[in-house]
């Protein structure tokens, strides 16, 4: 069994979602993101998305641009985020690590070689925003060679039909972007949320992780009731970007917050 699969079946066992957490490398330094990882696991994240910086974020807000924009400025590279999953790998043996991002960072060398690199650093699963399904002859086959999973998303508009076509040759767990827009606009109604995630797993045995727009510990709580998983990441971003503007330490902040999104998940209760 994966690291991603234990993972998830470890929070079903305890009753609860997995809380999986964002943030992007090399923000506001390489130098910063190794205790940033560190901090997010010890604040209770059971699964971490590590995001490749890039030019063009399309499908991110103006949190997560801002940060790729800091990344690449401070000299961030795909092979200094390989070299820092490979030293997070080494002390965090069981915590799954998914890469995500876009295209061009990771194929312009070739899919073989980044799946290669992957899977060498210890790498559980990629997320590419801009490859579709029907691009996974490109990158999907070195992935499942080299046991990294491929894992995909599925929309508002993802229907029935679609869905059978987007969950084949995939990994890990269907991410639902639950609005049809950016990373970190306003969050879907917990109606729409709730009837998504109960059409979803009627299509696909892979664990449903719930992500955009999910903010604040009361979110993820509701969320966590229907779906397997809770993505946040542009709280997390935006809390490392004012501890570093303020000179304060970045991963105490991005800590505090996943501190707050984990207690939540795990109250019997949830959360006022």
Not at 12 to 22: I, S
Not at 31 to 41: E, G, K
Not at 63 to 80: D, F, V, Y
Not at 262 to 267: G, R, S, T
Request: proline share 6%; with cysteine.
């Amino acid at each position: 069994m994966s690291r991603i699969a234990e993972t998830f079946a470890r929070c079903r066992a305890e009753g609860r979602a997995a809380l999986v957490t964002f943030v992007t490398g090399g923000d506001p330094s390489p130098a910063h993101t190794p205790a940033i990882l560190d901090a997010l696991v010890e604040g209770g994240a059971d699964l971490i998305e590590l995001g490749l910086p890039f030019t063009d974020p399309m499908a991110d807000g103006p949190a997560i641009q801002l940060a790729n924009l800091r990344a690449l400025g401070a000299g961030t590279t795909t092979k200094a985020l390989l070299a820092i999953a490979k030293d997070f790998r080494v002390r965090h043996p069981s915590v799954p690590l998914v890469l995500m991002g876009y295209a061009n960072p990771m194929l312009r060398r070739g899919p073989e070689w980044f799946a290669e690199a992957c899977a060498e650093a210890g790498v559980d699963g990629v997320i590419c925003v801009d490859v579709p399904v029907e691009e996974d002859p490109a990158f999907g086959p070195a992935l499942r060679e080299h046991g990294v999973d491929f894992i995909r998303l599925a929309t508002p508009t993802t229907d029935a039909a679609r869905l059978a076509t987007v969950t084949a040759g995939a990994g890990g767990f269907l991410y639902y972007v639950s609005v049809a827009g950016i990373t970190g606009s306003q969050q879907a109604a917990q109606t729409s949320i709730d009837e998504a995630v109960a059409r979803l797993k009627a299509g696909t045995d892979l664990p449903i992780a719930v992500g955009f727009g999910v903010r604040t510990p009361a979110q993820a709580a509701a969320i966590g009731k229907v779906a397997d998983g809770v993505v946040v990441g542009s709280a997390i971003v935006e809390a490392i970007a004012g501890a570093a503007a303020k000179g304060e330490d970045a991963a105490v902040a991005a800590g505090a917050i996943v501190a707050g999104l984990a207690a939540a998940l795990k109250a019997k209760e949830g959360v006022a």
